[in-house]
């Protein structure tokens, strides 16, 4: 039986108190993610359970249970305050998916700071923009990440702390840094927690927008009624559970449903920190008899073009539940999984801004695939027009996805951005910047963005960042970024420039340009393929037109150029 029983039920009687109830929260109180997520455990039995099973590379293991993740939250929430980290001031996580990535989440949560994850593989730039954006007072991070850091420090006023979790040796570290070895810190048992209540903020999630930097998401410890509850239905993680979450915390799938979700629960999790290869995934499953499984349709079309054979070489019958997210999940996924795990990848939809899932395919649902499912309870979502923002009445007509504001793990604003968060309204709506439609059994079916965002491999990156890059290298004289299609990542990022006088055109040139953006921002946003153009199209006014662009790499119909002339 799972977890939700029927959703028919579920949704007729839904009210988010029924998550309240079960962590024992009423309003007003003092409610912190970190203590929920770890003393809270320890107090209902499970000091001695496993939460974390971790495996790096060479299969070097690690193993916390929920005491041990309790006393390294306290441990690490010390150090900071003995720093002069406060509540509510940022700190940066800036750390591959090592054990001290998820442990430093609680402790500065325990100490109401606001955790600010970032993906580790991050250049320079990247980096650069969301800590002076958030004005990140300390960072958490390893020696393999430092120099970056260091790069970078003059241009954060700040940043006044680089903790650094593996400086072993007695190489002296430069100003503002300091070491936090955890297995050498002694464990601090007694600690107050700060008492943080439903609005205080905790996470602090950066996500790309088509214009402007990236936006800093900010979200409340309120959340995790939210995150508990969709964990439990959806997830359906149940107390014996091994669960996976594979996605990193430098994005929101790795925090609220690869940190808070499952430990909020008291679930024991896995976490696999070396590179892809189906090989290695499958037999990470079968070590650790993994029963549920979160995942992204790109790892999924990776393992589909690995073949079966693979599969056939490992024992995954451990496997009870499987679910995917960030992407269009395509039906061939969904009857993939199903022939050879014997269970279908259950698709669900969500944000970093929604915080939470908001549609999904439940457990003993019906699952049609290649559909994202159904609202979950208590989530009023809808299709809009995009021109007057109201309400389809009639099924099958693509529109904008629209849900009503209120649930508990929505963001509360964009960081020092309060008119962008408002531009995301619109006639009582909360727009989601995507387009779908909804078919008769009220099941949502994705048809893409609104926007020029590009969504490589679950990830998504803004055209604009990598413009702005590509203008600081010296050839580039104009640059157009758009996505292409991919068979795997189902987008990559493609840029079109022009030269400044003086450079030629050259293979040579294309590598050296891609490498520093990669260098800059991201391997993910590097772009796959540069285009050399005379010059780029534009509009009457000189905007770039990015559309005529992407019509050409996707195959499309260009359509009416004269009025994309005009358009501003
Ligand atoms: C896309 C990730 C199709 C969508 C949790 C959304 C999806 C954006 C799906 C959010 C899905 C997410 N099917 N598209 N099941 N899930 N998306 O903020 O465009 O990194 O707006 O959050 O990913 O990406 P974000």
Redesign the pocket.
């Known amino acids: 039986m799972s977890n939700i029983g029927s959703y028919e039920d579920k949704i007729k009687n839904f009210d988010w108190s029924i998550s309240e109830k079960e962590l024992n929260y009423q309003d007003g109180n003092i409610i912190n993610i970190g203590w929920y997520c770890s003393d809270r455990i320890c107090q209902m039995g499970k000091a001695d359970k496993l939460a974390l099973q971790w495996e790096g590379f060479g299969g070097v293991e690690k193993k916390y249970t929920f005491n041990d993740i309790r006393l390294a939250g306290n441990t690490i929430g010390t150090f900071l305050r003995n720093l002069g980290v406060k509540n509510e001031d940022r700190v940066c996580l800036f750390m591959d998916r090592i054990p001290e990535l998820y442990l430093s989440f609680l402790g500065v949560l325990k100490i109401g700071a606001v955790v600010q994850p970032l993906f580790s593989a991050f250049g320079d730039e990247s980096l650069h923009v969301r800590l002076e954006n958030a004005q990140t007072r300390a960072i958490i991070t390893q020696k393999k990440h430092l120099s970056k850091v260091r790069r970078i420090l003059d241009k954060l006023p700040s940043l006044e702390h680089i903790i650094i979790v593996d400086h072993y040796t007695s190489k002296p570290l430069q100003d503002k840094e300091v070491s936090l070895n955890l297995e050498k810190e002694p464990p601090v048992e007694e600690f107050n927690i700060f008492p943080t209540k439903a609005e205080s903020p905790s996470v602090l999630h950066y996500?790309s927008g088509t214009t402007g930097q990236p936006k800093g998401v900010k979200h409340v410890h309120y959340s995790l009624i939210s995150q508990y509850l969709t964990t439990k239905w959806v997830l359906d993680l149940q107390d014996n559970d091994i669960y996976w979450c594979t996605a990193d915390p430098g994005?929101?799938?790795g925090t609220s449903y690869g940190i808070i979700g499952p430990w909020s629960l008291g679930i024991t999790q896995c976490v696999l920190n070396t590179g892809f290869s189906a090989e290695a995934w499958y037999k990470f499953i079968e070590k650790y008899r993994i029963t549920v499984w979160y995942s992204a349709p790109t790892a999924i079309r990776s393992l589909m073009k690995a073949g079966q054979e693979p599969v056939r070489n490992f024992n995954l019958s451990s496997l009870r539940h499987l679910a995917?997210?960030?992407?269009?999940?395509n039906a061939e996924a969904v009857i993939w999984s199903e022939k050879v795990f014997g269970i279908p990848f259950l698709?669900?939809?969500?944000?970093?801004?929604t915080g939470s899932i908001m549609i999904t395919n439940f457990p003993g649902m019906k699952v049609k695939p290649g559909s994202?499912g159904k609202s979950f309870p208590g989530i009023i979502s809808t299709i809009v027009d995009a021109k007057t923002f109201k309400p389809y009445n009639e099924y099958g007509k693509i529109g904008l996805i629209a849900f009503k504001p209120g649930w508990p793990a929505m963001m509360r604003t964009y960081w020092n951005n309060d008119k962008m968060f408002q531009r995301k309204f619109k006639n009582g709506w909360y727009l989601?910047?995507?387009r779908a439609s909804i078919d008769k059994e009220d099941y949502f079916w994705?048809i893409g963005?609104d926007d020029d965002v590009i969504?490589t491999g679950?990830?998504?990156v803004s055209p604009f960042e990598v413009e702005s890059a590509l203008l600081e290298h010296e050839a580039v004289s104009e640059s157009a970024v758009v996505a292409k299609p991919d068979e795997v990542n189902m987008e990559v990022v493609k840029a079109f420039i022009t030269l400044k006088p003086g450079y030629e055109a050259s293979d040579d040139l294309e590598l050296k340009i891609m490498n520093f953006i990669r260098k800059k921002l991201s391997p993910l946003a590097m772009p796959q393929e540069i285009e050399y153009m005379d010059s780029l199209p534009k509009t009457r006014s000189g905007k770039i037109m990015r559309r005529i662009l992407h019509a050409q790499e996707w195959g499309e119909e260009i359509g009416d150029t004269s009025t994309l002339e005009d358009e501003e």
């Open positions: 996500t994005w929101v799938t995917s997210v960030g992407e269009p999940l698709d669900t939809y969500w944000q970093t801004e994202m989601a910047g995507d994705f963005r969504n679950g990830h998504l």
